[in-house]
């Protein structure tokens, strides 16, 4: 028996889902079918509400419904302290560890000779004008990956007289901050050193 068209074209879009093989795929697909009610519907109504209202915060480049985004906006938020991170999925494990009570700067990836990731193709450029307004301490909270660990270095440079500091321990080698639990990402942005 054939697979309709429809339900085929279901299968193929979140086989493009990371972490969903083309198996996942189908058996995702499946259960969205046999849930009509209570998955698929509203599934399908969350992702038009999102497709509509959610943008990316012109200042930090956070996902939100607002921008400025509500954590750039939060006057509570030291605007003094800035935290730069690759990608949003780094930003909200920084916020599920509650740690942190200034901005964010997301830069949009790393740089990466294999991948052909230039620093042009990061968001320096809003970084470094942001850090002319006005900030004391600029954290770098890259991943521990080599394109992260190449990163640091470079922006480092590029910021030049500014405090900045990194992630200290507790971030294994290899390993991606959206992966850690909130202790271990507490304890390495409570140890950040000057560099
Ligand atoms: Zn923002």
Request: glycine content about 10%; aromatic content about 4%; proline content about 4%.
């Amino acid at each position: 028996m054939a697979i309709g068209s429809e339900i085929e074209r279901l299968i193929q879009l979140l086989a493009k889902l990371p972490g969903l093989g083309p198996r996942s795929a189908r058996r995702a697909a499946l259960a969205l079918l046999k849930k009509r009610d209570t998955l698929l519907e509203p599934l399908s109504a969350a992702l038009a509400d999102a497709a509509g209202a959610i943008k990316t915060c012109e200042v930090c480049g956070n996902l939100d419904t607002a921008s400025p985004c509500a954590i750039c906006t939060d006057a509570r938020r030291d605007p003094h302290l800035l935290c730069v991170v690759e990608d949003v999925a780094d930003l909200w494990a920084l916020e599920r560890a509650a740690i942190f009570r200034g901005r964010y700067h997301v830069l949009g990836g790393a740089l990466s000779a294999l991948d052909g990731v230039t620093p042009e193709r990061l968001n320096v450029g809003g970084l470094l004008a942001r850090v002319k307004q006005g900030v004391d301490e600029v954290i770098l909270a890259m991943n521990a990956t080599v394109e992260g660990q190449t990163t640091a270095p470079y922006l480092m440079d590029v910021l030049g007289d500014i405090k900045v500091t990194r992630l200290a321990h507790g971030v294994p080698v290899g390993g991606e901050l959206d992966y850690l639990d909130e202790g271990t990402l507490s304890a390495a942005f409570k140890a950040r050193r000057a560099l």
